[in-house]
């Protein structure tokens, strides 16, 4: 056993000696991948007999100009207001023959086909005479094999439409060198690439995101209080904010590919859009009035799309090229209808800030953060079409101030700055509109409360009459009120009234006439009287505003007086009562009549308030005096449901009397 362990320790000890450390070669584990950023073979035009035999891999191309493969042809390079076709050429060696390799193309500006070894490897965008101006996303072209000698010839037939001041951005062909190597190597190069253009996006997609929720809050509060549009305007201007932040990463990060002047257009319709519904937004939240500003800022935000499509039309349809100093003069046309839009937006909120309108102060800073940031970031882009060394610095300090934890600039500070302050302003009006919701909830009670004592349940119980009363209130508390009062000689003295209004100031005003009646009552005053000194009453208040009335005593013996002021006549039998109108109470000084009726046993006498009259159905047909008239005749409860049933549109309030005779009491 000993010596069995003995070798096998002896064993492992030599196989220690014998074995070496591994040597790491820079060379050989390097990764097989190389940037191919030295001169291409250029030549303009197509070849001539259409048959792209520029594309074989024999021809001759010695004799061709070379220019820089991480440029546009217009970029410096002697091309620079050149428009057409183009081709280009370069010979890539292939070290090993039995792996697949290929080539990443991070940028090109324009349509264009690519061939290896005369082989069609892909056509992109519209070449003539379909021609389309797309923006392409980075490709990943996997190559044929190597020709025998290991070289492989790629030929770029591409077609340039000038657009820019040629610094590669706007320019024709390629922007950015490609890349070559093997082809898995390469697919996960490309990989990292789309996060890097995700990120470099982020911002961007950061504010839209932003926007998209306050787009789907606003919406959701608007739906929830359909009064306050202030949420609508501020729903739609997150949705076309959200948009057009979108559209402006797609065109600038190239995501996928999208024809570039469709999406000119529809980013300029998303821009149109947030400007607009932020300029009803901003005027709403300042409760300001539309006039010249707000005109002419909406009128700016019109020609600003229309200068943007007849722009587009003019690349895409015009004849020929357009230099660059074109674009840039045009680009500062484009931006003029933004100076006025900013300028009007700014001097509104200032003129509100200048009259202590509250969220004017909230919105005066982010606004002119806003502003700047838009005109500034409108004159460099303008400017960089002159191909100015001084202003690309600037500009690129501008959109760009820090890389954490993001990229981020100037616009996005600003947006952000804006979309918060939005936010919160918001925030503010929905807490104070709920603290005022809470106080109409408050007031509302109070005015049922109150209500209560204007229509009491319990009537007084009369020897020589029946009594019976419905009241349904609406939504919203009204005025009605009617007392019915037991005189010191059995007479009974009715009072039905409708105050002007609605809410607790209604409510109250028909209490304080309810105590007025129940003095001038004690004095023993005939209708007419009271009515008279009521109306006196109520024209020394200042709250304005008039009540409705009528008045009515009834005898024992069967005598009813009347006096009106300005109220639906009673009904007795199912006929309206011929009775002297004055005019409501609280108007004008004024005199009433009486109107004296006998009545017999089993005289039915109705008195509503214009709640019954006004029922409306759904053809908009109110209920009617002639309804009315028929209705007369039967109970208050059931001539308040048939109202209710007909339309409700205000309280419904109806006061039945049967004169029984004197001395029999009906239950």
Sequence with gaps: MRQRDLALSLIFLGMAF????????????????????????????????GKLGWANPSLDDSKWPLLRSDRSWNAQQGYQDYSGFGWYR????VPDGSRTYGLYLPSFATSFQVFGNGTLLGTWGGLPPHQRQDIIPPLLLQLPAAQPDGSLVIAIRTWGYLYGSGTGEFGAGPGVAPRFGEFDTLREWAFLQDKQAFWNA??????????????????????????????????????????????HSLGRHR???????????????????????????????????????????????????????AGNGIQAFGPGALPANVMGYWNFVIAIPVYVYWICVLF?????????????????????FEGISHLLSNSFWALLFFDLKRVQPLAMRFWLLSDWPFPLGVPFISNLILQLSLIGILVLRFNRSSVHEQRLVTEMESAREVQLQLVPRDLPRAEYACLESAYLPAAEVGGDFYQVIEMGDRSLLIVVGDVSGKGLKAAMKGTLAIGAIRALVAENTRPAE?????????????????????????????VLTLANAGHIPPYINGWEVECNSGLPLGILKAEYGETTIHLVPDDRMVLLSDGVLEAQNAKGELLGFDRIAALSRQSADQIARAALQFGQEDDITVLALIFTGSGVLRA
């Design 255 to 309: 995501f996928f590919t999208v024809e570039r002047f469709s999406l000119q257009e529809v980013s300029g319709l998303a821009e149109a859009g947030w400007r607009m519904t932020l300029l009803f937004l901003i005027w709403h939240l300042l409760s300001v009035r539309r006039n010249r500003l707000f005109y002419v800022a909406l009128g700016s935000v019109i020609a600003s799309f229309l200068v943007i499509c």
């Design 348 to 368: 509104g909120v200032l003129a509100a800030a200048y009259r202590s309108v509250s969220d004017a102060h909230l919105l005066l800073f982010p606004v002119f």
């Design 202 to 247: 982020s911002s961007e997609l950061f504010l839209a995101m932003g926007w998209l929720i306050v787009g789907i809050a606003g919406m959701a509060l608007y739906l929830f209080r359909r009064s306050e549009r202030e949420h609508l305007w501020f729903a739609l201007t997150g949705f076309f904010w959200a948009a057009d932040l979108a559209l």
């Design 530 to 558: 009271l009515l008279f000194r009521l109306n006196s009453e109520l024209l020394l208040g200042k709250d304005g505003g008039f009540i409705t009335c009528v008045c009515a005593h009834l005898s024992p013996n069967g």
């Design 18 to 49: 014998v074995a070496s450390a591994q040597d790491f070669d820079l060379e050989s584990g390097r990764v097989r991948m190389a940037d191919v950023d030295g001169l291409w073979r250029f030549h303009t035009g197509d070849d001539a007999d």
């Design 90 to 93: 370069f010979r890539l060696e």
